[in-house]
């Protein structure tokens, strides 16, 4: 079994950064991708980021230039540095990890920025 626990949601002002961190545990030896997702209300949910386990990364044309990934493989860990925040990127914002072909969610950390 994977557990995701997530952290470093808040409310911000438009402008600002926020750090979200998760954190994966369980009975696995490595984890594959992982992710980032988010979902507004009332929009469904859309990726956002991933660190893929052979180095690859990619964005959202949304977040691009605004938004990094990284991952610690030694602790399990990714996170997400969110720079230059704007109100469109109020979300709830989930962790995704797939171990062995098997996909895993975080329960999610709200996001809310003030304009």
């Known amino acids: 079994q994977v557990h995701l626990v997530e952290s470093g949601g808040g409310l911000v002002q438009a402008g600002g950064s926020l750090r979200l961190s998760c954190v994966a545990s369980?009975?696995?030896?490595?984890?594959?991708?992982m992710a980032w997702y988010r979902q507004a209300p009332g929009k469904q949910r859309e990726w956002v980021a991933v660190?893929?386990?052979?180095?690859?990364?990619n964005y959202a044309d949304s977040v691009k230039g605004r938004f990094t990934i990284s991952r610690d493989n030694a602790k399990n860990t990714v996170s997400l540095q969110m720079s230059s925040l704007k109100p469109e990127d109020t979300a709830v914002y989930y962790c995704?990890?797939?171990?062995?072909?098997?996909?895993?969610w975080g329960q999610g950390t709200q996001v809310t920025v003030s304009s």
């Open positions: 995704f990890i797939v171990v062995r072909a098997r996909n895993y």
């Open positions: 369980g009975s696995f030896f490595r984890i594959d991708d």
């Open positions: 660190y893929s386990s052979g180095g690859s990364i």
